[in-house]
């Protein structure tokens, strides 16, 4: 029976992760028995009790929690899942779904996004599917004029030095993978399939699935920011410059390639 995977990169989320672990429980019975759920927790060093809330057994759920001894970044969390993923799921039909772990993707659009990749929809299916706050009936709650504005122009830049048919959400990180779509990045790049340790490393990993040839659909997202649980990890000036970095990558080296 195919599988999909929820990885969910974790730093102190024990205030959302109690609520998102009996969602995802709700959104496996939901897709049983065409097939089955279950959960990577990445714990990147947290300092709170996010690994024992994990390691909790929630009655129909299968969770496994992989740790880092320090805190190292998204990115690191990222790779470390998709190294995990790739180790333990070998059927081509399996899937990876990322999303973060403080309440603000909702698990219920899991089953949309796997019948758009499947094709399901009435559209062709494809490799990589984004919960996309830019795509028809997508939107944005919560958030400060600011942010949107430099998520939107982040976005859009991309979009223009390295565009992607059918993505207009470059930076969103829930979105689905098709396992033999990774797998075949990561035998290309090794490791240096994600080498970006903040935020920056959602739009890095989708670039360069998309230089690989990966389709790539969305599925319109309304973000809520205001259920966010906890205080916000993004460190807004450092990752303008990742962002920048991530630009001139692109412009002048071979990355990418």
């Known amino acids: ?3 999909l995977t929820v990885l969910l990169p974790c730093y102190n989320e024990e205030q959302a992760l109690p609520s998102l672990l009996a969602a995802l429980r709700d959104t496996a019975a939901a897709l049983a028995p065409e097939r089955t759920l ?10 709170d009790n996010t690994a024992e809330i994990a390691r909790r057994t929630v009655p129909g759920l299968d969770t496994v929690v992989v740790q880092h001894e320090t805190n190292l970044g998204l990115g690191a969390a990222l790779a470390t899942g998709v190294r995990w993923f790739l180790t333990h799921h070998d059927e081509d039909a ?4 990322v999303m973060d772990a403080d309440g603000t993707h909702p698990p219920a659009l899991l089953g949309q996004m796997l019948a758009r990749l499947a094709g399901e929809t009435g559209t062709a299916p494809c490799d990589v599917v984004i919960a996309s706050r830019y795509a028809p009936g997508g939107e944005e709650h919560g958030l400060s004029t600011r942010r949107r504005f430099y998520s939107r122009t982040a976005s859009r830049v991309l979009a223009l030095l390295a565009p992607i048919r059918g993505a207009r959400d470059y930076t969103c990180g829930y979105r689905l993978y098709r396992r033999e779509t990774l797998a075949a990045a990561a035998e290309h790049y090794r490791k240096g399939l994600v080498t970006e340790r903040s935020f920056v490393c959602m739009a890095e990993l989708l670039i360069k699935l998309g230089r ?14 205001e259920l966010k649980e906890g205080a916000s990890k993004l460190n807004v ?3 303008i410059w990742r962002y920048g970095v991530l630009v001139a990558k692109l412009l002048f080296t071979r990355h990418f390639r």
């Open 1 to 3: 029976m195919p599988a």
């Open 38 to 47: 279950n959960v990577l927790v990445v714990d990147d060093g947290s300092a």
């Open 94 to 97: 399996d899937v990876l779904a």
């Open 212 to 225: 690989r040839g990966a389709r790539v659909d969305e599925v319109p997202l309304k973000l809520h920011y």
């Open 237 to 239: 000036p450092a990752t």
